[in-house]
């Protein structure tokens, strides 16, 4: 039986990390989009430098793992916490390769999310799911694109008015170096809140399995999530670097600077505040808010409603994803 539980939870760490691994390259884009679309970094030397950025970032905080790991159920009374993590993460896997297979820039925080409030409905009942927690992660996910969007759009105005007599060309040149720190500090932001959600979540089964009773986040869990989310990092999401960094508009190195740096800034904010948010959503949503600043009417604004639909329905369809996989897992088991 002990090597049963300890053939499981190696599973759910595997699933975990493959989550946070394909989360990495999935949401490389948020962090380098804007920078390799301008030519401010190589494509190569963008995505190590947001790899070495992710770890450092992911290894520095906890507080988002916390969240994860508590706000949603509580693991340690859940009799069948090992099969609802695994039905969580094999829905949120699933969802995001679906999302990046079409180029999608969907939220691995609200499939994780969503996911897992889902397989808790499912597998130990609604009383089971912490309402109060759930609607409180969802509206800090609802919130920041909102955010994002209006600070980038004043960012961006402001930064217009400054250079308006400037050569677009020399405030180009200057703003595409200044780039490279924001796409550092953006790569930053994003290790410190996205590898946490699997940090959260392997916490969440080693208390559900009676490993450890709290919701601390061990040393190895730390080090192996942030490892897990440079590597994916350095894979690199082509098809969503496209999308984000060419699509919704025609992005000039100050349009990136505006939009990296609102994002990383709402972003860390949250970080501070123990809030999983989509670095996926906040970045879109700078970017969007730049673009309309910039010139409205050079917005792809079809593009970013079928975005925005994906965002929407991400969380419905992870959870029933998850809870039919449950279900599957239940009967079969």
């Known amino acids: 039986m002990v090597e049963t539980s300890l053939l499981v939870l190696c599973i759910v760490v595997f699933l975990a990390l493959a989550f946070d691994f394909i989360n990495g390259f ?28 992710n770890f450092l970032g992911a290894i520095t905080f906890t507080g988002v793992a916390k969240t994860i790991g508590g706000s949603v159920a509580d693991p340690a009374t859940l009799e069948n916490g090992i099969p609802i993590v695994i039905a969580t993460l094999i829905a949120a896997i699933i969802w995001n390769l679906a999302t990046w297979w079409f180029g999608i820039p969907s939220s691995s925080s609200h499939a994780l999310i969503g996911a897992l409030a889902g397989a808790v409905f499912v597998g130990a009942g609604s009383s089971s799911v912490n309402w109060s927690g759930f609607i409180k992660i969802v509206e800090g996910l609802l919130l920041s694109p909102l955010i994002a969007f209006v600070i980038g759009f004043i960012v961006m105005y402001i930064l217009k008015w400054i250079f308006a007599k400037r050569s677009p060309h020399s405030v180009n040149k200057g703003f595409r170096t200044m780039q490279i720190l924001t796409a550092a500090l953006q790569s930053f932001s994003h290790g410190t809140n996205d590898a946490q959600k699997a940090m959260g979540i392997i916490t969440f089964a080693l208390v559900a399995a009676n490993v450890q009773d709290h919701l601390e986040v061990p040393l190895w869990v730390k080090i192996s999530a942030a490892t897990a989310m440079a590597l994916g990092t350095s894979v690199g999401g082509w098809k969503i670097i496209k999308t984000m960094g060419t699509k919704i508009f025609k992005i000039e190195p100050i349009n990136g600077f505006a939009a990296d740096a609102t994002s990383a800034t709402v972003i860390f904010t949250a970080t501070l505040t123990h809030l999983p948010v989509s670095t996926t959503h906040a970045v879109t949503s700078a970017i969007l808010g730049v673009g309309a600043a910039k010139r409205f009417r050079e917005v792809k604004w079809g593009l970013a409603g079928r975005i925005v639909i994906a965002w929407i329905v991400t969380i419905p369809i992870a959870a029933t994803l998850a809870g039919i996989i449950y279900k599957v897992m239940f009967d079969l088991f």
């Open 26 to 53: 999935h949401d490389t884009a948020n962090a380098i989009a804007t920078s390799v679309s301008t030519r401010a970094l190589p494509p190569r030397t963008a995505i190590l430098m947001a790899a070495v950025m």
